[in-house]
């Protein structure tokens, strides 16, 4: 299964960071932090990008995807 960065969700659905935050009522600045580390991010949240990027939950990566994997 594919998963999806939420940065990626985002650009997908073509919106930026200040739409986004404006519709789901927080600043650009929390959207940023979250894409870029997902791991703490409130279900409430998750569940309304969800529906604005038009995705299912279990097709969105949580986690930090500013590591990266370890190749051996």
Do not use: H
Not at 10 to 35: H, P
Not at 54 to 70: A, R, V, Y
Request: proline fraction near 1%.
């Amino acid at each position: 299964m594919q998963q999806w960065t939420l940065k990626a969700c985002r650009i997908n659905a073509g919106y930026t960071l200040r739409q986004v935050a404006e519709k789901v009522g927080k600043s650009f600045q929390t959207i940023s932090k979250y894409e870029k580390d997902s791991t703490e991010i409130p279900l409430s949240l998750l569940k309304d990008l969800a529906k604005l990027y038009n995705m299912k939950i279990d097709d969105i990566f949580l986690g930090d995807s500013t590591k990266k994997s370890e190749q051996r």
